[in-house]
């Protein structure tokens, strides 16, 4: 992936967003960055983008940093989970991840995988498939023994091979849908709110569902762990791009002693405060999505993708879809299309299906995606629920994690009373 290259002096936007953001004391003299990498969703990658992520993570899984990434995050997963420092903290973590990985490519960049659009049957992904992050394991383990890390052996906490063992034996139960994160994205006021929402839904659907290694604190021995928390960063990214005047440097909740957190704190296990990471294309934040031309610049410029003839995004047809909701029900939900179009960010009703057909795989042709099953017309899925031993695990409130469990149940039944027909749905 080569770098998009901006120049010092245009930033990632102009002066006037830089002049409507209050920046906090200290954040004022981090450098802007001199170049912008862009990350992109999977799918999207080409078979040269891909091969060059894949020969990256092999090395770094060869140097043995793969282990190191398991057991450094396992060693301060109870101060970063369950607390404000959960999206600060894996923004960080995941950019010195992405930094090792260009040590021995300078042009990679980590992808996020959009696991939102599979929230029906997340094993028939194309991205667990086997030329990329390999499926199920198999045998007494649950070894791993297809895509970028078929047959890995690790040495943390122990000798092991990667496992994964989904959570409904051979397939993995319902996830989070896109008409759920958008719900998310427009009713999250505060950095905590979205936090506690993401953290406590997407985040451990996906772990919990792939199960093995990823249900442990050593996650980050599974090479989905990165794909997943970078789409996760993205959420959280938009989420900031939406009102970069109020949500860039916003900061506020709890930490893991349940004591106020505040701007100028030390992300857990550095020296860096967590007001270095809040604005990308600064510090050593020198990246952006796709999704948006800058993170927390001009939020309403979408950037356009490589000319891939398979990937359209965004469709306005598909997006109308959740709009036509009754009126209770979309000022319950989505309080943004309520009042008005909404913002892009914050609506996940993109135009990737669930089928779609890998960039390297398929994009020398035309990508039609199947129409939405009518025999699913008002029976979407509900997500599966968090197990108390994860919440705790976690260091989060059983009875905060209900709350938002049944919020999302509360959801899908008014969408399936509405008759709702998810375009995702197949």
């Not at 649950?142 to 690790?154: E, I, K, M, P, R």
């Not at 469709?315 to 319950?332: D, E, G, R, Y």
């Not at 899925?381 to 469990?405: C, H, N, T, Y």
Request: glycine share 6%; net charge neutral.
């Amino acid at each position: 992936m080569k770098f998009l290259k901006i120049a010092l002096g245009l930033a990632l936007f102009g002066s006037h967003h830089v002049n409507c953001v209050a920046v906090p004391t200290g954040a004022e003299s981090v450098p802007v960055c001199k170049q912008i990498g862009v990350r992109k969703e999977v799918r999207s990658l080409t078979a040269t983008e891909w091969q060059a992520y894949n020969n990256a993570v092999a090395a770094a899984y060869n140097d043995k940093w793969i282990d190191w990434f398991g057991f450094y995050h396992s060693v301060v997963a109870d101060t970063v989970h369950g607390s404000s420092q959960f999206l600060v903290f894996h923004r960080h973590f995941i950019n010195s991840y992405e930094s090792i990985l260009q040590r021995y490519n300078p042009n990679v960049m980590v992808p996020y995988w959009n696991m939102m659009i599979d929230f029906q049957n997340p094993d028939k992904s194309a991205v667990l498939g086997a030329k990329y992050l390999g499926g199920n394991g198999v045998g007494a383990d649950g070894c791993v023994t297809s895509g970028v890390a078929g047959a890995w052996s690790l040495v943390y906490p122990k000798t092991h091979c990667l496992s994964r063992t989904y959570n409904n034996g051979t397939t993995i139960n319902p996830w989070y849908s896109p008409e759920y994160v958008t719900s998310l994205l427009q009713r999250s006021e505060t950095y905590a709110d979205l936090r506690a929402g993401v953290e406590n839904s997407v985040h451990g659907a996906v772990h919990l569902g792939l199960n093995g290694d990823m249900s442990t604190m050593h996650s980050p021995s599974d090479p989905v762990f990165f794909l997943h928390h970078v789409n996760i960063d993205r959420l959280y990214a938009q989420w900031q791009a939406v009102k970069p005047a109020t949500r860039t440097f916003m900061y506020d909740g709890v930490d893991a002693k349940n004591a106020p957190v505040k701007i100028n704190d030390f992300i857990v296990g550095t020296s860096t405060p967590v007001y270095q990471v809040m604005r990308l294309g600064y510090g050593n934040m020198c990246y952006t999505y796709d999704t948006i031309k800058a993170a927390n610049g001009d939020a309403s410029a979408l950037v356009k993708r490589q000319p891939h003839k398979c990937i359209k995004r965004p469709n306005p047809a598909t997006q109308q879809i959740i709009k036509q909701l009754p009126p209770k029900v979309l000022a319950q939900f989505y309080p943004s299309f309520a009042k008005g179009p909404g913002h892009p960010l914050e609506n996940e009703m993109v135009a990737i299906s669930p089928l779609q057909p890998m960039a390297a795989d398929a994009c020398a042709a035309d990508f039609k995606a199947p129409p939405p099953n009518e025999n699913m017309r008002g029976k979407m899925p509900f997500p599966s629920g968090l197990p108390d031993d994860w919440i705790k695990m976690q260091g989060s409130s059983v009875a905060e994690v209900r709350a938002l469990e049944k919020a999302a149940y509360d959801m899908v039944e008014a969408l399936n009373k509405a008759n709702y027909l998810s375009p995702y749905m197949v």
